[in-house]
């Protein structure tokens, strides 16, 4: 089984809707985070916790929020989704320096 | 803020030479980390460097932490079919600070 899952693997929605994408990890690991990849460009940090009751905005937060609901899960969710957050979004999970990642979310905002 | 910049950002090769990148940076890094990522997949850790100066080795891909601790670089020796994706490089600055600053990958494409 996989360390690191996403869920869902594809999603397709509408300006203006809620979405919340999902992370789960059995590596037991404290610190997460969620990026985002646009083609041709490297992965920009959304947010990052590095515990149950931390969480920090990285370099691209705005239009999106997370929620740290136990050491193995971090969500993140878009309140009302825009077209230009169309990307692939991918969760990583760490102990020190090495990040470990999901498989990936593909979200299309129509 | 800190900036990666990676080279070359795409490569045509043939199958069973050797294949070189690497990533420079503005501002000096205490540890780089090397990813692949395959179509449809996330990245996956291939070396961390964690000294400058450092060499790595696994399997047939070698990374180097720069002397000056500003660079890195990754050879691929006797490319394979299956050597193909996106290798990413990332930075990270201090002790305690565990964010990853990426490069913007070189893709790699491998002709039989």
């Known amino acids: 089984d996989a360390d690191v899952t996403q869920t869902p693997r594809n999603r397709i929605t509408k300006t203006g809707k809620r979405i919340m994408l999902e992370c789960s990890q059995t590596?037991?690991?404290?610190?997460m985070y969620w990026y985002r990849q646009d083609p041709g460009l490297g992965l920009q940090l959304i947010y990052y916790s590095f515990d149950v009751k931390d969480i920090n905005k990285g370099e691209i937060s705005d239009g999106y929020s997370v929620s740290r609901q136990a050491q193995a899960k971090f969500s993140l969710s878009l309140e009302s989704a825009i077209p230009n957050q169309t990307a692939l979004y991918f969760c990583?999970?760490?102990?020190?320096?090495?990040?470990?990642f999901g498989p990936g979310t593909r979200l299309t905002v129509l | 803020g800190q900036q990666l910049n990676q080279s070359p950002q795409s490569m045509f090769i043939q199958e069973g030479e050797d294949v070189s990148m690497n990533c420079t940076s503005s501002s000096i890094f205490n540890t780089w980390l090397w990813y692949k990522q395959e179509p449809g997949e996330g990245p996956v850790l291939l070396i961390a460097l964690y000294k400058a100066g450092e060499l790595t080795s696994n399997g047939r891909l070698t990374a180097q932490f720069g002397i000056t601790r500003k660079d890195s670089f990754l050879n691929i020796s006797a490319s394979i079919p299956s050597d193909v994706g996106i290798y990413f490089c990332?930075?990270?600055?201090?002790?305690?600070?565990?964010?990853?600053?990426f490069g913007k990958g070189t893709k790699l494409s491998v002709i039989p």
């Open positions: 590596k037991g690991h404290d610190r």
């Open positions: 990583a999970t760490s102990d020190h320096s090495e990040q470990f």
């Open positions: 990332a930075g990270q600055y201090g002790a305690g600070s565990y964010q990853l600053t």
